[in-house]
């Protein structure tokens, strides 16, 4: 009798034992899915942008998301065959939510730096640009020469390249490093800040948007200088996946139809 007992006992343990060592694997096998199948599974790709970055990402006035970077994320959505999801967040957050797995992709026109590529991956690069310094129009001619800008008070997007090289190109620069890039040209208008240094087409952008504003002489060479999607390190198919679409994009006329199509868009 005594016998029995235990004897149901030790069964009865030993199924849970095995359920839970089920779920278990069940649970591990979710987890060792590529990056690719599980985007597939989910049927959606999840992009992270900051967009305050026009022609790249910015805000139409319906407040949905537009612009070059958001029409590569369709057009790999679609290839993926998935659709396409945008969270949006300051800059400075991208890498950490990629990292934390709350986003598939970043398109941000973001640089894929030796020090990123120490977190993430990125895909082949899209665009490329060098940076100039945005200033009051009054004040076009003052600033001549990266000298002219020493112990100047200069505006920057907090956790970006152009945050590094104000630091490494101007002597004693009185850096401003704000989440927005609007905030930062913002500042610039009302005459807070003397200089924003930015990305040329974007720097182009936002002179166009904000009148009063304009390029300064001063520019800014950059050795990667240039875009590429970020994604969650050693994701080979996801990799080779987005490269063949951006392959694609470059050979057809897309990337440079998406650019100056985002360009047209603004200001409307
Ligand atoms: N290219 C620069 C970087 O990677 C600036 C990117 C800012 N992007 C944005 N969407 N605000 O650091």
């Known amino acids: 009798m005594k016998k029995g007992i235990v004897s149901k006992i030790v069964a009865a343990s030993l199924v849970g034992v095995m359920a839970m060592g089920l779920m278990a694997c069940g649970k591990k096998q979710e987890e060792s899915k590529s990056a690719l199948d599980q985007i597939k ?5 999840v992009m992270g942008t900051s967009p305050d970055f026009p022609p790249f990402e910015s ?15 369709k057009a790999i959505a679609k290839d993926l065959g998935v659709e396409l999801e945008i969270k ?4 400075d957050g991208l890498l950490g939510a990629l990292q934390g797995k709350k986003l598939d992709v970043i398109l941000s026109g973001m640089t894929p730096t030796e020090e990123r590529k120490g977190a993430v991956d990125f895909s082949s690069m899209y665009y490329k640009t060098d940076n100039v310094f945005v200033v009051q129009e009054a004040n076009k001619d003052k600033y ?3 000298e002219d800008l020493s112990g100047k008070k200069i505006g920057v997007q907090k956790g970006t390249v152009q945050e590094e090289l104000v630091n490494a190109k101007v002597t004693s620069p009185n850096v401003n490093a704000l989440e927005k ?4 040209v913002m500042n610039l208008k009302n005459g ?5 240094l930015l990305e040329q087409p ?5 002179v166009k948007n904000n009148p009063g504003l304009a390029l300064s002489k001063v520019t800014v060479a950059d050795e990667v200088g240039g875009y590429a999607i970020a994604m969650t390190k050693g994701e080979s198919d996801l990799q080779a996946a987005i490269n063949k679409t951006l392959d694609r994009l470059e050979k057809d006329g897309s990337l440079t139809k998406f650019f100056e199509d985002a360009n047209a868009a603004m200001g409307e």
Do not use: P, R, S, W
């Open 144 to 146: 001549a020469k990266i």
């Open 192 to 196: 807070k800040i003397d200089a924003v």
């Open 59 to 73: 805000k139409d006035t319906k407040g949905n998301v537009v612009g070059m970077d958001v029409e590569i994320a």
């Open 181 to 184: 890039t609007g905030d930062v």
């Open 41 to 45: 599974a989910n049927k959606k790709l």
């Open 202 to 206: 974007v720097a182009e952008a936002y």
């Open 88 to 91: 949006e967040m300051g800059f």
